[in-house]
């Protein structure tokens, strides 16, 4: 049962990262900033680029629960590879919330005066709070399982040298 649950969760992994990409790849070409711009210019564009400079920390972390989800699958939950994948998903996701606090900053205090920037401000202040929230849980995650890693390590410490 195991083994199918995590695979069926690698593959919702992998479906997200699939979708997310269709999005950075699709969004630029319908979003109305873009809309004057020939396709060469759509990519150069300073905050299109920007976006996808912000995204690669999401596709890290993504790689990351894929990884956990991996060793889940072989029985080396209580490792320290694991304890060290959930330390870099929760970088990942102080960076983005970081990264996203810079890009409302920027917009709120570069964007033109006669266009409203309140829906990206409030997306931008939504996403912040998630990914500060994820970063939240995984550092409990983390500790939960380092403490498992060390009971476990104490156990075979204590058992290796009792042979």
Same mark, same amino acid.
Request: aromatic fraction near 12%.
């Given at each position: 049962?195991? /083994? ?7 593959? #919702?992994?992998? *479906? ?5 990409? $269709? %999005? +950075? ?5 319908i979003e109305g900033r873009a809309a004057t711009l020939d396709l060469f210019s759509i990519y150069t564009d ?27 699958? /072989? ?7 694991? #304890?060290?994948? *959930? ?5 990942? $996701? %102080? +960076?983005?919330?970081i990264l996203l606090m810079m890009a409302g900053l920027y917009i709120r205090i570069f964007h033109p005066k ?50």
């Open positions: 049962m195991k /083994q199918r649950s995590t695979l069926f969760l690698q593959g #919702v992994v992998v *479906l997200t990262g699939m979708v997310a990409l $269709a %999005i +950075l790849i699709r969004f630029p070409l300073p905050f299109i680029l920007y976006g996808y400079a912000t995204s690669m920390p999401f596709f890290i972390a993504l790689f990351q629960v894929f990884k956990i989800l991996g060793y889940i699958r /072989q029985d080396k939950a209580f490792t320290i590879p694991t #304890v060290r994948t *959930l330390r870099s998903i929760r970088y990942c $996701a %102080i +960076l983005l919330s006669e266009d409203d920037p309140a829906g990206f401000l409030a997306v931008c202040m939504a996403a912040t709070f998630i990914f500060l929230v994820v970063a939240a849980a995984v550092a409990v995650f983390e500790k939960i399982l380092q403490h498992g890693v060390d009971i476990k390590s104490a156990n075979e410490h204590l058992y290796g040298q009792s042979k």
